[in-house]
């Protein structure tokens, strides 16, 4: 708190002093610059005061008012821009008072790099600007034995340690922050294993991911033919069609890639699948059993391409022969024509059969006592 002792602007005892005002009444101040309002009327000597003095510095000079915003001590809550401070006055000697709310007003915070910060385990010590805010600056590393920090002036200085991954956090005077990711990566350039594959229909294969910056993540140029997964350092393929040029694209978390070219190859099954053809009428909810006769290789599998129509219960059989059941869907399921579901069998080694459902529309047909055969309507799909 300051007093001011100098006599202006007030009348001699007993006068009318024109009314105490301080203009502006609102002031919005950056960290590190100070505000001025100018005193009229009222009786001097004046003085001058806040209701935040942990937040505000306040003083007179001759008929003003400098007001400037305290950095805060530790355990006041940090300022945002536009975040009301407080409220600071002046009063004359008569008790008239006069007051300006004072109000946060800051450029962001920021450090001049691109989130998430990419950088080589062996690369030395870089500064990277600091932007705004009011020194002194602090930084801090969520991880210290991967990513080790500290400031300079307007820098932070970032060290790359061992390979993984922190968050680097950096507080102005103020206690305001801002943070980033930094993500140190493989000196190792990205590489797969193998480089090209041929996979039998129905067979799965892993690829080995080394090098590179992780996570990773892979693409298909054909995702209907080859389904891919990827967890940690290993890419699983599956392959669901025939196709001869696929190409499976492997990204790491700095936009590197590499390339795995795929073929799919159909494997002449040792079994077949009997009846190869069957006819049920929509919305049957029919109960249809398949035999798997001749030398199945291992693990046997069964798949329906229309999962609306016909959905396939597990095989009754590990090899060797056994039995399929495939139930028909019922009251919903409705054709608007003759519609074809493919029972699809694939063995260990990949090699498939197939059996043909055609799912025929009879919709509003009659059978010969004038009954109709389907109560799905004529334009179901």
């Known amino acids: 708190m300051v007093f001011l002792t100098a006599c202006s602007g007030g009348g001699e005892e007993g006068t009318q002093a024109p009314t105490l005002t ?7 101040l950056p960290p590190g610059v100070e505000g001025r309002a100018l005193v009229r009327g009222g009786y001097p000597p004046y003085r001058a005061g806040s209701d935040a003095p942990s937040q505000l510095s306040v ?3 001759n008929r003003e008012l400098v007001v400037s915003v305290t950095p805060p001590t530790s355990g006041l809550t940090p300022s945002v821009s536009g975040s009301f401070l407080g409220t600071a006055w002046v009063q004359d000697s008569r008790g008239n008072r006069a007051t300006v709310d004072v109000r946060f007003s800051a450029e962001a915070l920021s450090v001049g790099v691109t989130s998430p910060l990419i950088l080589p385990p062996d ?14 600056f602090t930084a801090t590393s969520s991880t210290p034995s991967l990513v080790a920090v ?5 820098n932070v200085w970032i060290r790359p340690l061992a390979v993984g991954t922190a968050h680097v956090s950096v507080y102005d005077a103020f206690g305001r922050g801002t943070s980033f990711e930094v993500r140190v990566g493989s000196a190792a350039p990205l590489r797969a294993y193998p480089t090209a594959v041929t996979l039998p229909l129905g067979a799965s294969y892993s690829i080995s991911i080394s090098g590179g910056l992780p996570p990773y993540r892979a693409v298909t140029n054909d995702p209907g033919a080859i389904q891919v997964s990827v967890a940690d350092n290993t890419v699983s393929l599956r392959a669901t069609a025939l196709i001869s040029d696929a190409q499976l694209t492997i990204i790491d978390a700095a936009n590197s890639e590499v390339q795995v070219g795929i073929t799919t190859a159909s494997v002449q099954p040792g079994f077949s699948v009997l009846p190869t053809r069957v006819r049920v009428s929509e919305a049957s909810g029919d109960v249809l059993t398949f035999q798997v006769r001749g030398a199945a290789s291992g693990a046997v599998s069964a798949y329906s391409s229309h999962l609306q129509l016909a959905t396939v219960q597990a095989p009754t059989f590990t090899g060797g022969t056994g039995t399929i059941t495939v139930q028909m869907v019922g009251s919903n399921a409705c054709v608007p024509e ?8 694939v063995d260990a080694a990949g090699a498939t059969a197939t059996s ?10 009659v059978d010969d006592e004038g009954k109709l055969l389907s109560a799905c309507p004529p334009s179901s799909l």
């Open 22 to 28: 301080v203009t502006p009444a609102q002031l919005n």
């Open 59 to 61: 003083r007179l000079d």
């Open 123 to 136: 690369m030395p010590e870089q500064g990277y600007r600091i932007f705004g805010g009011l020194s002194p």
């Open 150 to 154: 500290r400031t300079q002036d307007n």
């Open 338 to 345: 003759d519609t074809d579901v493919t029972l699809t069998v």
């Open 356 to 365: 043909i459902i055609t799912v025929t529309n009879v919709a509003n047909t």
